[in-house]
């Protein structure tokens, strides 16, 4: 999932998501992952925050072996994929109508071995979180997750839902619009939130964020 459509013809960014394959090394090995932007637009591309948390996470060494993860707005599926290679048990998470789409690329870029460590799964933000065990998670991760505000609060609500004391939440975003700033505001009225990496080539953030004190970071 991801927050601004862009036009056929826009130029080599634009290419890319309009590309039916996008292919990534990660965790030693390659990841190709489907595109389809006229099916399932900005579900169905992969966008750069996704590119930079999976590097983000490898390169920093975050301990994800046996640990519990949930990814929102999973999309094509990249960042899922790269946190079940590098030791986590995953659920990866969209809307139903990418589902099919989302599972067909972690089928197709785990190894036999993984494929049980990563499970896809419907999440509507603020809906039917009854599916999914409170405060049970080790890492809430997302990647350009933050883009309609309108669900804000829905969003909120499903992160509040999901985090313990000792969940960490790894957001990657672009900050395109007030709108976005507004999201972190309203996340640090719940969260202490702090500012981890910054990608000036991709102009892309990454926010960690933690029940607990708040603090002041923006």
Avoid at 131 to 144: K, S
Wanted: aromatic content about 10%; proline content about 3%.
């Amino acid at each position: 999932m991801a927050l601004v459509p862009y036009e056929e013809g826009g130029g080599w960014a634009a290419r890319q998501l309009h590309s039916p394959w996008a292919t990534f090394r990660f965790a030693s090995r390659t990841i190709r992952l489907q595109q389809d932007w006229r099916r399932l637009g900005v579900a169905a591309v992969v966008w750069d925050a996704a590119v930079v948390l999976c590097a983000y996470l490898e390169m920093e060494g975050v301990d994800l072996r046996d640990r519990s993860v949930i990814e929102l707005g999973a999309g094509t599926g990249l960042l899922g994929i790269v946190v079940t290679l590098l030791g986590a048990r995953v659920t990866i998470t969209d809307r139903a109508a990418a589902l099919e789409f989302l599972e067909s690329n972690v089928q197709a870029n785990l190894p036999p071995e993984l494929c049980p460590r990563a499970v896809v799964k419907e999440l509507t933000w603020g809906k039917d979180l009854d599916n999914f065990p409170p405060g049970a998670f080790d890492f809430v991760l997302g990647a350009d997750i933050v883009y309609l505000e309108e669900t804000f609060v829905e969003l909120l609500q499903t992160l509040e839902h999901l985090c313990s004391e000792r969940t960490v939440i790894l957001l990657s975003c672009r900050i395109r619009y007030e709108r976005d700033l507004k999201f972190l505001r309203m996340l640090r009225e719940r969260f202490s939130v702090s500012e981890v990496h910054y990608d000036s080539s991709k102009d892309v953030h990454i926010y960690r964020a933690q029940r607990g004190s708040r603090k002041e970071d923006l």
